[in-house]
């Protein structure tokens, strides 16, 4: 059945691949992946890249384009591909797809490395190989927009975020994001413990009023604005609206720090068992912080670094998800990567926000315990007593964990001091 699925799933690719080399060939006049250079400045004429592709010459953008190897468009999973062609790809202005996966990605590998003054070119060649293995994946945002010039960066980035105080949070929570990043303050946690009410606000309102956004509340602020009567706000039950949010799909809290709050945090993922497959995880772990660094100096968010793949690394091992010697693996690589990763940061001169080895969750088949998640939040808290890089803990949904168990363990996270909870 598995070879069946496999299977079906290739020739499914592979249907998506014609239709995409189809429509660029009917675009461009010419054969897919061809012409590199001629693609780049085509983009240029119509507004669809920023003058910074200038940083190269003609004869630079000719070679790279030579380094573009369309066979590992095949490496992309279906699902993926599937984003790539309604996302990544560049569409023109009337949303034609006109770019292809192996171009998009080579153009990220670009304007991350435009400001390299030593070995560029060998730069951006090792970016786009990291990339284009599929031994890294880039946050969706960077993906979609980095080095365009036509989109509005953070629209993007803050659809996919949203303070609890937010009175369109109701329907994000039942859209159909893949990921809902919620900004849940203190206050609104002691409302949930209490089983009082909650203030619900019109964002764009309060920033008109008071010149502030609902992330830069504090409790004062936010009991003032209750008081306003310039400002309406719509009352809801603090545990029902938590209840809400515990049974939607794809939800990472953030608990802001005390003192201020934290917006939230883009991931690239270090995707384990096809860098363990090929033994780079040294060369990539290298390569991946210099991408970031290009990244980061550019885009402005910060970037954090997580590892992806986690059972499937672990099955390939031979050895039960929940033994020892899976524990023990996990820590083990954990501990090699940041070692790899905290040696690249400082020869570049630029520090990565890097996850500690404790702070490595991987997801299991079998569903965890509350017991087992329980040990996981005190484990989290224990590492962050000794480092100031913080941590996430993943809590597991399950038919043995009931709505207010789940609670319970999100309340403990919180009150530990948690930064980030992510519910699966």
């Not at 980095?146 to 803050?158: E, N, S």
């Not at 939607?248 to 709050?261: A, L, Y």
């Not at 986690?310 to 039960?320: K, L, M, P, R």
Request: proline letters at 2%.
């Amino acid at each position: 059945m598995r070879v069946f699925e496999q299977t079906k799933e290739r020739i499914h690719e592979h249907a998506l691949l014609q239709i995409l080399y189809k429509q660029a060939e009917q675009r461009r006049g010419r054969p897919v992946y061809s012409g590199f250079h001629q693609v780049v400045r085509k983009l240029l004429q119509d507004g669809l890249y920023g003058q910074w592709i200038y940083n190269y010459s003609a004869s630079e953008i000719k070679w790279l384009g030579l380094q573009i190897v369309a066979e590992r468009d095949r490496l992309i999973p279906s699902a993926q591909l599937q984003q790539y062609m309604n996302e990544f790809v560049t569409s023109d202005y009337y949303n034609q797809r006109i770019g292809l996966p192996q171009e998009r990605l080579m153009l990220i590998a670009m304007a991350a490395m435009q400001n390299e003054t030593v070995r560029r070119l060998q730069k951006v060649q090792e970016a786009y190989w990291i990339l284009s293995h599929g031994y890294v994946t880039l946050p969706a945002e960077i993906m979609s927009f980095f080095g365009k010039t036509f989109y509005q960066r953070k629209t993007r980035v803050q659809q996919y975020t949203m303070d609890i105080a937010d009175d369109r949070i109701e329907s994000f929570l039942s859209s159909k994001v893949k990921e809902k990043h919620i900004r849940i303050p203190d206050y609104f946690m002691e409302q949930v413990k209490a089983c009082g009410s909650w203030r619900l606000f019109d964002a764009e309102q309060v920033e008109r009023s008071l010149g502030c956004s609902l992330g830069d509340f504090n409790s004062e602020r936010y009991s003032q604005t209750i008081g306003s009567s310039s400002i309406t706000h719509k009352k809801v039950s603090a545990i029902g609206l938590m209840k809400r949010l515990l049974g939607s799909e794809g939800i990472v809290v953030h608990f802001p720090d005390k003192e201020r709050q934290e917006k939230a945090v883009l991931y690239s993922y270090i995707q384990l068992p096809y860098v363990m497959q090929e033994t780079e995880l040294e060369r990539t772990c290298t390569i991946l912080v210099r991408l970031l660094n290009g990244i980061e100096s550019i885009w402005g968010h910060t970037i954090k670094i997580e590892v992806a793949g986690w059972e499937t690394a672990i099955a390939d091992q031979q050895i039960g998800l929940h033994s020892e010697k899976a524990i023990l693996f996990v820590e083990e690589v954990a501990v090699e990567i940041n070692r790899y990763l905290e040696n690249a940061s400082s020869q570049s001169g630029m520090q990565i926000p890097l996850r500690k080895a404790a702070s490595v969750m991987h997801r299991s088949i079998s569903q965890a315990t509350k017991q087992q998640q329980i040990a996981m939040i005190d484990r989290i808290t224990a590492e962050q007593r000794h480092t100031d890089q913080g941590g996430s803990v993943t809590l597991e949904k399950s038919t043995t964990i009931e709505t207010a168990e789940l609670l319970q363990l999100l309340i403990k996270a919180w009150s530990s001091g948690v930064p980030e909870v992510r519910l699966i």
